[in-house]
């Protein structure tokens, strides 16, 4: 896929360098701090907002502010800790702090869409009112609760097989055979260096081998 196709589809995506490779927003919020953490400010996290689709494309923001980028991330943390859990099959115990938390998070009511006329008579959606901080943790927090207890969802939770890639996706192929976060970013890397190997073998050198 093209650059100019991908920025008009999510052209938040390329603005922070934001992922949205997971299929569902959950865990595009866990992508959000690596390779470093993009959710530092208000500015890339109202990218996040619109690129994850809690809000119409175009939503302004202009009341988000500074404790909004620290309660998702502290969201962040717990769907990461419940995703990590049902990864390596940990059983927390009767108590789960994280589970509680994204519990409480998605108690808020989120954001209400309406569909209206837009200026050539098709109807585009809009929300209500401005929403508020709690009503956008509630609508990640309610897909990290429809994922996780969703047998057939999170059974294709896998982590991305790329060098250190962290990033968590839902596998929806055919056959469950993707074994990346992006075929355009660590699909690409192993590529590349499949390639590499294949170079030096026919010249005769493996990578760390000295030349005499
Ligand atoms: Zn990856």
């Known amino acids: 896929m093209g650059l100019d196709l991908d920025?008009?589809?999510?052209?938040?995506?390329?603005?922070?360098?934001?992922?949205?490779?997971?299929?569902?927003?959950s865990l595009d919020l866990l992508a959000t701090s690596h390779p470093h953490e993009h959710l530092d400010a208000v500015g890339p996290l109202c990218a996040w907002i619109r690129g994850a689709g809690l809000v119409p494309p175009d939503t302004p923001l202009p009341h988000a502010d500074d404790s909004w980028p620290a309660a998702f991330r502290e969201l962040r943390t717990s769907v990461g800790r419940l995703v990590s859990d049902w990864l390596t099959r940990t059983h927390p115990g009767a108590y789960d702090v994280a589970l509680a938390r994204v519990n409480e998070a998605a108690c808020a009511a989120p954001p209400v869409p309406r569909a209206?006329?837009?200026?050539?008579?098709?109807?585009?959606?809009e929300l209500a009112g401005p929403p508020e901080c709690a009503a956008l943790l509630a609508a990640v927090a309610r897909d990290a609760v429809e994922l996780l207890t969703d047998p057939v969802a999170r059974a294709g939770l896998r982590q991305c097989e790329g060098d250190n890639c962290p990033i968590v996706y839902v596998d929806t192929s055919r056959g469950r055979r993707r074994r990346w976060c992006s075929s355009e970013v660590c699909g690409n890397r192993e590529r590349v260096a499949r390639h590499r190997k294949r170079a030096a073998l026919a010249r005769g050198q493996l990578p760390g081998m000295r030349v005499l």
């Open 116 to 125: 209206v006329h837009a200026d050539d008579g098709s109807l585009v959606q």
């Open 7 to 25: 920025t008009a589809m999510n052209p938040y995506k390329y603005a922070y360098e934001l992922r949205f490779d997971s299929g569902r927003s």
